[in-house]
């Protein structure tokens, strides 16, 4: 099933301002939210849809790609990309965009348990980026990288915990465990009550009473980890992707960050890309654009053969239907233009002058104005305001 429009989700337009996209994805929180809606799986599904929507629209650089390559643009490359909103659970949504609503969640609707729900912080790992050179053949099919990426991961002695046995935490006496603090202020309005993290703990609700050796109690270490990426048929230069959960481990098992996966495209040595079509500079001898000839021209899946007409002139286009690249995650397929242009050689032996000076005396090698290519300059101008 297709993904519905980001902008179609949270009721805005393409233009809308950030604060405009902050207050549409509050609305449409509140309206869907599961206790609200409790047991509806329909408004929890537009819950998370919702969630995902402004997670892209929210970031300015989520939000280009979005608006340059649509879906595909913000997709991950294993499993889902950036953040998904239908593939994290409901505190990591909170965890995410809690502050929107206060520190008791949105819009102080209350949990299953019958109380305010509860939002104990939870570390997130740093993204990380990397960059991928592909040539054109991998861009034409896809394909699948390996990566070796130095980063941040889960201690193994501990499991991420940071602790040191299986009893080495206590709940936070300042918090009572709840990783979030209360304070009464006195206003002229009246008593004020604010909420926010728990500056003994961060916000975890526990205490650390002893630190695994090998992190220090951070539940992270420095290592190497090789990551596959299924990089999808079409894809462009300057492009990012983003796989979800494969950037640095956070501290104490908290959410990982994402790798970004930047597109750098490299050269071909023969063909020239302009979106999904493909330019190949065809140079014809004298010979070859007068009487006609079969000449074999470079595809990305191997060489073809292409007719030349006798008397084909230079500027003229030929058009080889489906031999460009594929719609990004789409269907579809560009073209290979062949231009055709004709070598004029600039050195002649003695011999060759007078063949060509012989040439030159036959009407045949005068110029017609009725029976040039008119069309020329037309075909170019279209092709440039492209």
């Not at 609503?101 to 740093?126: D, L």
């Not at 005068?366 to 020329?376: I, L, M, S, V």
């Amino acid at each position: 099933m297709a993904k519905r429009d980001f902008y179609e989700i949270l009721e805005v337009n393409k233009n809308a301002s950030k604060e405009e996209i902050k207050k549409a994805y509050r609305k449409q929180a509140i309206r869907f939210h599961p206790d609200k809606n409790p047991g509806d799986k329909e408004s929890e599904e537009k819950f998370k849809e919702a969630a995902e929507a402004y997670e892209i629209l929210s970031d300015d650089e989520k939000r280009s790609r979005y608006d340059q390559f649509g879906h595909a643009g913000v997709s991950g490359a294993s499993g889902g990309g950036g953040f998904n909103g239908g593939g994290m659970s409901m505190d990591d949504i909170f965890e995410h965009f809690g502050d929107i609503f206060g520190g008791f969640g949105f819009g102080g609707f209350s949990g299953s348990s019958g109380g305010g729900r509860r939002s104990r912080h939870v570390n997130r790992g740093s993204n990380l980026r990397v960059k991928v050179k592909l040539n054109m053949q991998e861009i034409a099919q896809g394909v699948e990288k390996k990566l070796k990426v130095n980063k941040y991961i889960s201690c193994s002695h501990c499991s991420g915990t940071g602790a040191s046995g299986g009893n080495a935490f206590t709940d936070c006496t300042s918090c009572r465990g709840t990783g979030q603090v209360t304070r009464v202020t006195q206003t002229f309005l009246g008593q004020m009550q604010t909420t926010q993290a728990c500056p003994s703990c961060d916000g975890e609700g526990k205490i650390l009473k002893s630190k695994c050796v090998h992190c220090y109690g951070e539940g992270i270490v420095k290592d190497t980890e090789v990551i596959s990426v299924n990089i999808p048929a079409g894809v462009g230069n300057g492009m990012q992707m983003s796989v979800s959960g494969k950037g640095n481990a956070a501290r104490r098992g908290g959410v990982n960050g994402d790798l970004l996966v930047l597109i750098e495209e490299e050269e071909h040595p023969d063909l020239i890309r302009d979106g999904n079509d493909l330019i190949y500079n065809l140079y014809l001898t004298i010979p070859d654009a007068i009487l006609g000839s079969t000449i074999e021209v470079p595809t990305i899946d191997g060489k073809v053969k292409i007719k030349i007409d006798p008397g084909t002139q230079p500027g003229k286009i030929l058009r080889l239907r489906g031999k460009g690249l594929p719609e990004v995650n789409g269907y579809g397929r560009g073209d290979l233009l062949v231009n055709i242009n004709v070598w004029i050689p600039r050195n002649l032996g003695r011999e060759e002058k007078k063949i060509f000076e012989k040439f030159a005396e036959s009407q045949a090698f005068k110029p017609n104005p009725d029976t040039a290519d008119k069309g020329f300059f037309e075909r170019m101008r279209a092709y440039f305001e492209q």
